[in-house]
């Protein structure tokens, strides 16, 4: 690769492939466009073609996808290739549509229900019973118990709070609204836990913060996928669920499912005082009506 350019993976794929394509496309030969018009319909296949298959999709000759590939600035036809797939790992949305994404009708809900089925239960069975129980046992003990995450993350772990603050007290999102993460932490100490759910594309900023939170001894429980890279090292506890999917938009349901087994876990464990603080809530509720 020519020396301004950036390593593969992460978003710098994005720029390196779809950026560069549509920046000189216009010096493209007639072929070479073909060649690009197949790659930036559907980015995420490139990584799954040889060249020769690249070029019999876009019906031009091998020679054409040599010289294709070197005024797109890459060494070599899998070089190109690989950042490809690296992107597509990282969960950039324009390298996730696949062939699967061309499957008849009749076919899409059985296939996607597969998908779905296998996540969850790859995400279950890598559960390890005696690590859940450690787990638990700190988020019941916790002086307080901060729910993190960012993007599509940060719905869960809204999710996530929003099953524990039935049945123990101390729970916040950070940041909350009008906060910045460091206004919404500055309290925390080793007596309290920060549950951060972190998956694909995970900003800087998270990391940043999760550095700081671990030099400063607060215990991290880590909700990654694969692809995650350098966090699990500040996180206490790491568990990784897997949310690709041949389908444009990740998988969530084997995310949601463990931290659903957390609470779970974490409710047995609050015993007694888990109960009366839920059948107090349940109560309030009862006397202002909230509900119909």
């Known amino acids: 690769m020519t020396k301004n350019k950036k390593k593969a993976g992460g978003p710098s794929s994005h720029s390196v492939i779809v950026d560069t394509l549509h920046r000189i496309y216009q010096d493209f030969s007639k072929q070479e466009k073909r060649v690009a018009d197949v790659i930036l319909d559907a980015p995420g296949e490139l990584g799954l073609y040889s060249a020769s298959e690249l070029a019999e999709r876009a019906d031009v000759s091998k020679a054409t996808i040599t010289r294709f590939v070197r005024r797109a600035?890459?060494?070599?036809?899998?070089?190109?290739?690989?950042?490809?797939?690296?992107?597509?790992?990282?969960?950039?949305?324009?390298f996730q549509t696949g062939p699967a994404n061309n499957t008849a009708d009749n076919e899409f809900l059985s296939d996607f229900l597969e998908v779905e089925t296998r996540n969850l239960t790859q995400s279950l069975n890598g559960l390890v019973p005696s690590e859940i129980?450690?787990?638990?046992?700190?988020?019941?003990a916790s002086r307080n118990l901060?729910?993190?995450?960012?993007?599509?993350?940060?719905?869960?772990?809204?999710?996530?709070?929003?099953?524990?603050?039935?049945f123990r007290s101390g729970t916040r999102i950070s940041p909350g609204p009008g906060e910045t993460i460091t206004e919404s932490t500055a309290d925390l100490t080793s007596e309290d836990v920060v549950l951060v759910i972190g998956?694909?594309?995970?900003?800087?900023?998270?990391?940043?913060?999760?550095?700081?939170?671990?030099?400063?001894?607060?215990?991290?429980?880590?909700?990654?996928?694969?692809?995650?890279?350098?966090?699990?090292?500040?996180?206490?506890?790491?568990?990784?669920?897997?949310?690709?999917?041949?389908?444009?938009?990740?998988?969530?349901?084997?995310v949601q499912s463990v931290l659903r087994v957390l609470a779970?876990?974490?409710?047995?464990?609050?015993?007694?005082?888990?109960?009366?603080?839920?059948?107090?809530?349940?109560?309030?509720?009862?006397?202002?009506?909230?509900?119909?």
Request: include cysteine; charge should be neutral; proline fraction near 4%.
């Open 146 to 166: 901060v729910f993190m995450g960012f993007r599509n993350s940060h719905f869960l772990a809204s999710y996530a709070r929003n099953q524990f603050l039935q």
């Open 199 to 254: 998956l694909r594309r995970i900003l800087s900023s998270l990391k940043n913060e999760m550095e700081a939170l671990h030099d400063r001894g607060v215990p991290i429980l880590l909700l990654t996928d694969p692809s995650a890279r350098v966090v699990p090292a500040f996180a206490r506890w790491t568990l990784t669920c897997p949310v690709e999917s041949p389908y444009l938009f990740d998988s969530y349901s084997g």
């Open 264 to 292: 779970y876990k974490s409710f047995q464990k609050a015993g007694k005082r888990g109960r009366a603080y839920m059948e107090a809530i349940e109560a309030r509720h009862a006397e202002t009506g909230v509900f119909e």
């Open 133 to 140: 129980d450690e787990m638990a046992d700190a988020l019941v």
């Open 73 to 94: 600035q890459f060494s070599s036809y899998e070089e190109m290739r690989l950042a490809a797939r690296d992107a597509r790992s990282w969960g950039s949305p324009l």
